[in-house]
Each structure stands twice: as C-alpha cells, then as structure tokens.
C-alpha cells in the first residue's frame, strides 16, 4: 500500500513561513493529483491546494497568493511552500492523493501552530 508521508510543521509567529514536504513511496503517483488539506479544531477538513497532472494546480482562496504547490518528481515529493502564515492558518495539514480522499484513508498530518 503507498503510503504518504507529511512533514515539516512546526510553531511559527505571524508573517513567517514553512514549508510542508510529502514523501509517498511510490513514483507512479507522479503521475497522480496529490491534494494538501488542512483541519483546524473543531472544524471540518478542508482542501488547501491540489497539483495534478501536467502540474496544473488550485488554491483555496483563504491561502491564494500565500502558499504554493509543487513536486519534485525525482524525490517522489510534494511540497507546500506557507508564506505570510497567520492564526487562522493553524491546522494539522494532511497530504493524500485521490484515491485516499474518497476512501476516507489519512495519514498522520503535520501540526502547524501560528502565534499572534
């Protein structure tokens, strides 16, 4: 079973950055959409970006002109580059490819923390 592996959280103050980094053991999902979601306490999960084929990509609003989606074919990695991070961006971030999202199958996630 391909696994997918989420990294690179952490404790942040307002304005700063992270980059997010998900490993998945298998190069053909290269080829496959892979989606960054996010769920913040008490709150429904949620789409962040998604980087498809032919790396055409999709923001959520709340993160448009902030982060940035992209993969690293050779390192069978996707990254999620957080900038201008604040409060509201506060979540456990969830990497997963489609198949996951319609079987309802997560990792572990990455906490992100933003201090005021």
């Known amino acids: 079973q391909v696994k997918l592996v989420e990294s690179g959280g952490g404790f942040v103050q307002t304005g700063e950055s992270l980059r997010l980094s998900c490993v998945y053991s298998?190069?053909?999902?290269?080829?496959?959409?892979i989606s960054w979601y996010r769920q913040a306490p008490g709150q429904q999960r949620e789409l962040v970006a998604r980087?498809?084929?032919?790396?055409?990509?999709t923001y959520a609003a709340s993160v448009k002109g902030r982060f940035s989606i992209s993969r690293d074919s050779a390192k069978n990695t996707v990254y999620l580059q957080m900038n201008s991070l604040n409060p509201e961006d506060t979540a456990v971030y969830y990497c997963?490819?489609?198949?996951?999202?319609?079987?309802?199958?997560w990792g572990q996630g990455t906490q992100v923390t933003v201090s005021s």
């Open positions: 997963n490819d489609m198949a996951g999202i319609t079987n309802g199958v």
């Open positions: 980087i498809g084929l032919y790396e055409t990509t």
């Open positions: 298998d190069s053909a999902f290269n080829l496959n959409a």
